[in-house]
């Protein structure tokens, strides 16, 4: 059975820093890319980060610079740094695992920006 659960979400000011992180079970971590998505209520879900198996990363452009996505194949867990954040950062975030062409989905964090 496989498993994702998020954890690290919370409100911060604007300008500070959260560290998102998924934990996996029951999947083929490293052979398994791995992204990071966000939503707020009425839009569609936002594809915020991607890590490949090869450690390739790929980030929304609302996003560069600020975010960085990084995983750990031995611990199966994938980690979104977050800094600078800004009030439209505001979301549920949701990490998502895809493996030959299947995918799971976490149960999503609130992440909210404000002062």
Request: charged residues 20%; proline residues 3%; aromatic residues 8%.
């Amino acid at each position: 059975q496989v498993q994702l659960v998020e954890s690290g979400g919370g409100l911060v000011q604007p300008g500070g820093s959260l560290r998102l992180s998924c934990a996996a079970s029951g999947v083929y971590f490293s052979t398994s890319t791995l992204d990071w998505y966000r939503q707020t209520p009425g839009k569609e879900r936002e594809l915020v980060a991607t890590i490949t198996t090869t450690g390739s990363t790929k980030y929304a452009d609302s996003v560069k610079g600020r975010f960085s996505i990084s995983k750990d194949n031995a611990k199966k867990t994938v980690s979104l740094q977050m800094n600078s954040l800004k009030p439209e950062d505001t979301a549920v975030y949701y990490c998502k695992v895809r493996n030959v062409g299947i995918e799971y989905w976490g149960q999503g964090t609130q992440v909210t920006v404000s002062s």
